[in-house]
């Protein structure tokens, strides 16, 4: 894959340590010349860029006069706790920084592909699977600090009925926790599959359209592909959301 502009300053200022730590970790590179790709580099420019908007944003918070900046961030601030209001019932302000940051990391790295000389990284299969074992990592650790590990287990075993035959009791757990394992684990393969396939066919239509009409038509598909964005970054957000659900949740 041509390598981007960005990338290669990355490369020619960086690429030297990025080896050798490389090699320290006994990863040997595809291209030893060029360690750092196109998707980690446009991941390094989308965290640079929100920093920058954060930091922004930040720098002009006023309860008089609300800039458009703050104004966006509030808008994005209440959606997102109306969204984990909605599915988590235990606290779910807890965890709305991370979804706001998940959300407008996943967001920023589907739209950045519509920037000439930027590609999105989230058309590349690590960058989702990154996203979906950080969540997947995440709402497993705050079930189990709602919980209590103890706690956590029963929510892989099934009910628990005092009422329930003890012969069912003893066999519902057996049957029940490796499905509930297997399942677990098929979240990550769901959530990376669904992002990555989704953002990596709209760049490919994109650009053979744009190969074959230069005008036109390919911009009907470029807002075809923003739509994909937002919708592809709701649709993770809301299943992080009820993954968060369902592990802080208390049994009865």
């Not at 390598?3 to 090699?23: D, E, K, M, S, Y």
């Not at 291209?31 to 929100?50: D, G, K, R, S």
């Not at 390919?218 to 709701?234: K, M």
């Amino acid at each position: 894959m041509e390598q981007l502009a960005f990338t290669a300053l990355l490369n020619r200022l960086f690429g030297a340590p990025v080896l050798a730590l490389l090699h320290l970790l006994r990863i040997n590179p595809k291209h030893p010349a060029t360690p750092i790709t196109n998707a980690v580099a446009m991941e390094i420019l989308v965290v640079l860029l929100l920093t920058i908007f954060f930091l922004a944003v930040r720098a002009k918070l006023s309860v008089e006069q609300p800039g458009a900046l703050q104004l966006t961030m509030e808008g994005i601030y209440g959606f997102v706790n109306n969204l984990a209001g909605e599915t988590v019932s235990n606290h779910p302000e807890k965890f709305v920084p991370y979804l706001i940051a998940l959300g407008m990391f996943i967001l920023s790295c589907n739209l950045i592909g519509l920037v000439p000389g930027l590609e999105s990284p989230t058309a590349v299969p690590v960058v989702p699977l990154g996203c979906a074992i950080l969540t997947w990592v995440y709402y497993h650790y705050q079930g189990v600090r709602a919980n209590g590990p103890i706690g956590y287990l029963t929510h892989f075993i099934g009910p628990q009925d005092k009422d329930m035959p003890l012969a069912v009791r003893l066999f519902l757990p057996l049957l029940l926790f490796p499905i509930e394992i297997f399942s677990h684990l098929a979240r990550m393969m769901s959530l990376t599959i669904r992002l990555y396939a989704n953002m990596f066919a709209g760049e490919m239509v994109t650009l053979v359209f744009f190969s074959l009409l230069p005008l036109g038509v390919p911009i009907l598909f470029e807002g075809l592909h923003i739509g994909v964005a937002f919708i592809q970054t709701y649709i993770f957000v809301l299943l992080a959301c009820v993954y968060l659900g369902e592990a802080t949740a208390h049994e009865h």
